[in-house]
């Protein structure tokens, strides 16, 4: 179909926001049946569609064509013994399954189109565009397909995997297909859409971790400084066990009494511990180190 509509140039629209040739599939419940086990078989349209039923003693067919979901008991239970919530199980779960395929089709289609629009929006020509617009028509043909079909693929389960893949295929082929122009947009270029994009977000996210890779953080005066900040904090704390002995001649201190003084280090260390932290992360870094080396080396000279 897609092929026959290539070769004679055939179009139904054209995508507004892309200018994408994009077609219409007309609800091909015929071609989509033919490729499932139940034409395969012989079952016809009519034997889900229209089941017989008798009328005194005629029998006929029902014209009040609908779900045969409807109708389990009449519309499959002639050829099948499974019971009838087995059988509505059975359909239910491929047109789940189906439903998940479709949507993930729909997304990566979505994906092409934000693509397009940006590689557009970064003056992208034409001729560069050509191959991604050609991708979303097939995509979108392709899941169009499978979406104006209304068993939402009870009629060929298999058939309507293989397309919604294909239409898969066809979107990200063409978003690597504008690749390249969206890269030579630059990250600062003008143009360059602010957009909702998950593959632009991606390459943020590439670019912020190569930026990472090019800074190697704090230079080694910095880090030496906050080694001995630390450091220091250790040594006073020792310094007065070391001093403990003649501390206490001197100042005629008894052991209870010492043991306050190192309780009531330990009490200043849980409570700095548990928010300095936060305190740290509100002020920044800078300011909080700036403040914090000092403030708790005075109380010891
Ligand atoms: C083996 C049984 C079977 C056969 C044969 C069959 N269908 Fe269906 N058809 C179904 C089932 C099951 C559904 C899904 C109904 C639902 O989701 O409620 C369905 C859905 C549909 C729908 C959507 C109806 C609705 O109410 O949502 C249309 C239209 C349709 N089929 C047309 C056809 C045509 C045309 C043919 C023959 C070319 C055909 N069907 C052959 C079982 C069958
Ligand atoms: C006129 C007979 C007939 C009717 C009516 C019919 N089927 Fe079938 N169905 C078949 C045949 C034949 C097969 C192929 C399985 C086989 O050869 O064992 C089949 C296969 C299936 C399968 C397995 C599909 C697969 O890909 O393996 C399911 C599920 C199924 N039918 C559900 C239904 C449901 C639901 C209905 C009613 C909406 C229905 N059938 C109506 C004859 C029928």
């Not at 004679?8 to 994408?20: L, Q, S």
């Not at 609908?66 to 519309?75: C, M, Y």
């Not at 099948?80 to 189906?98: F, M």
């Not at 995997?161 to 979107?171: E, F, V």
């Amino acid at each position: 179909m897609l092929e026959y509509y290539d070769e004679v140039g055939h179009k139904d629209w054209t995508h507004a926001e892309t200018g994408a040739d994009v077609l219409k599939a007309q609800h091909p419940e015929f071609e989509n049946w033919n490729q499932g086990i139940h034409a395969r078989s012989g079952v016809a349209c009519a034997d889900c569609h229209m089941p017989y039923q008798r009328e005194g003693a005629f029998k006929i067919s029902d014209h009040h064509v609908r779900s045969p979901l409807l109708n389990v008991n009449r519309a499959c239970q002639t050829c099948h013994k499974w019971s009838e919530q087995e059988l509505k199980a059975r359909a239910e779960q491929i047109q789940d399954r189906t439903m998940q395929l479709r949507n993930v089709a729909m997304d990566a289609l979505v994906a092409l189109i934000a693509d397009i629009k940006a590689a557009k929006a970064a003056g992208a020509a034409d001729e560069q565009l050509a191959a991604a617009r050609k991708a979303q028509r097939h995509a979108q043909f392709l899941l169009d397909y499978c979406e104006a079909e209304n068993s939402m693929g009870f009629h060929a389960p298999q058939e309507v995997a293989r397309i919604l893949g294909l239409s898969i295929d066809r979107s990200r082929q063409g978003q690597l297909s504008v690749r390249p122009v969206l890269i030579g947009s630059g990250r600062n270029a003008p143009g360059r859409p602010a957009d909702g994009n998950p593959w632009h977000r991606e390459r943020e996210r590439l670019e912020s971790e190569a930026d990472a890779d090019t800074h190697p953080g704090p230079p080694l005066v910095h880090r030496g400084l906050f080694f001995l900040s630390t450091v220091i904090n250790y040594i006073d704390r020792q310094t007065l066990s070391v001093l403990a002995p003649y501390l206490k001649t001197e100042f005629t201190w008894s052991n209870a009494d010492f043991a306050l003084i190192i309780i009531s280090f330990r009490v200043a260390y849980a409570v700095g511990q548990t928010g300095a932290g936060q305190v740290l992360d509100r002020v920044g870094t800078r300011n909080g180190l700036s403040w914090a080396s000092p403030s708790t080396q005075w109380p010891r000279c």
